[in-house]
């Protein structure tokens, strides 16, 4: 009797507060920009791609987030007549996230996690593949609440994942629930 009393408290204290349970979450979407080092070929590719993030601040200080991105289009080179076209088709990325509020409006942080992305080549006259390869990711930025619930968020990540290495830089606009 008394576990279900318990439990009919806790569960009457959680609905009466919806918003307490979104509390802490945000989400934000943008534009990242990379400049991709890849094995085997000359020079850096750049691409582009949308990127989403959601996360959750467990405390003022540390938070955990996850980010997908997907590839706008691709870098394309000919050199004697042969045209070589890369391009990002995903980057998923699960990141711990220490940050450092600056006052009420502003805070930066640095994160590190794990990455997994897939490139796609594709070589006029030879054909084409698509290889997916896991490594780290990790990274420095900033926010600035524009509003209690609105943010832009600016940052800079570094992405050593197995044959290729990329600096990427994003633009994005996000909301805290």
């Known amino acids: 009797m008394k576990r279900t009393l318990s439990s009919l408290a806790v569960i009457t204290a959680i609905m009466s507060s919806p918003y307490a349970l979104a509390e802490g979450w945000y989400a934000d979407a943008g534009y990242t920009h990379f400049s991709a080092d890849i094995e085997g070929t000359s020079g850096d590719s750049d691409l582009d791609a949308i990127t989403g993030r959601l996360g959750y601040d467990l405390t003022p200080n540390f938070g955990v987030e996850g980010e997908v991105g997907f590839g706008l289009d691709d870098d394309d080179s000919t050199v004697a007549d042969v045209t070589t076209s890369i391009g990002l088709n995903y980057v998923v990325g699960l990141y711990g996230k220490a940050q450092m509020p600056l006052g009420e409006r502003a805070s930066l942080y640095a994160r590190a996690g794990i990455v997994n992305a897939e490139l796609e ?19 420095v930025g900033g926010t600035f609440d524009v509003s209690e619930r609105l943010y832009v968020r600016g940052d800079y990540t570094r992405y050593d994942i197995e044959d290729v290495e990329s600096d990427a830089f994003t633009l994005a606009v996000g909301m805290r629930f």
Do not use: K, L, M
């Open 121 to 139: 080549a594709d070589v006029s006259g030879i054909g084409s593949t698509e290889e997916s390869e896991t490594g780290a990711g990790y990274g």
